[in-house]
């Protein structure tokens, strides 16, 4: 009798164990979801205030991306898996709509050494009118902001042809971060990207 209610104690432990390991579980995934979106919705207000003090709401060719406040959004992203997204740009002027994705803490294999960037096709209202997939080249830019310009050491990345829509075009791109830092990539908290679509 008393093993029986022994027994029972147990499995009510256990049970009561697997029930917390859940709950922490769900816990820790409804965080990463909310600074996702707290990243989000920062992204939306910086679009909106940059949209407010130009005329220009799309860029054409390419995208000069300035990403302040760097070495917070990288304890984020080793925190949460935070994602990071350009200003929209254009391929052209009746073009592809298209933006940068960046992961700083990496992706897979090469999270928590390596930055990783690629490029998304989205949805855009010349769309009928292009071909499918897209496929244009496209190179990345990390602008080194050493002084003087005669010195500079930018770091051009190729992105891969482009898939279908709302997918990462191609292979992802791997900046190491070690670089960042080497060429001064990174100066005041600041790191300058820019995606440029070849003629």
Do not use: C
């Amino acid at each position: 009798m008393i093993s029986g209610l022994w027994a029972e104690q147990l499995a009510e432990v256990r049970n009561i164990k697997e029930q917390i390991e859940s709950i922490n579980k769900t816990s820790q995934d409804k965080s990463k979801e909310l600074a996702q979106l707290k990243q989000w919705v920062k992204e939306f207000d910086e679009a909106i205030v940059k949209r407010t003090r130009s005329n220009n709401i799309t860029t054409i060719g390419n995208v000069l991306w300035k990403i302040s406040d760097f070495e917070e959004k990288m304890a984020d992203a080793k925190e949460n898996d935070t994602v990071l997204h350009s200003p929209v740009f254009y391929s052209s002027q009746y073009g592809y709509k298209l933006r940068v994705e960046i992961r700083l803490n990496g992706l897979g294999q090469w999270t928590g050494r390596h930055m990783t960037a690629s490029l998304q096709v989205l949805e855009g209202e010349w769309d009928p009118l292009l071909q499918w997939p897209f496929n244009q080249k496209v190179s990345l830019i990390l602008h080194d902001q050493t002084k003087p310009p005669d010195k500079v050491n930018d770091l051009v990345k190729h992105l891969a042809e482009g898939q279908q829509k709302e997918d990462p075009a191609g292979l992802h791109v791997f900046i190491p971060h070690d670089m960042l830092r080497r060429y001064n990539y990174v100066v005041n908290n600041i790191m300058f990207l820019e995606a440029r679509v070849a003629n």
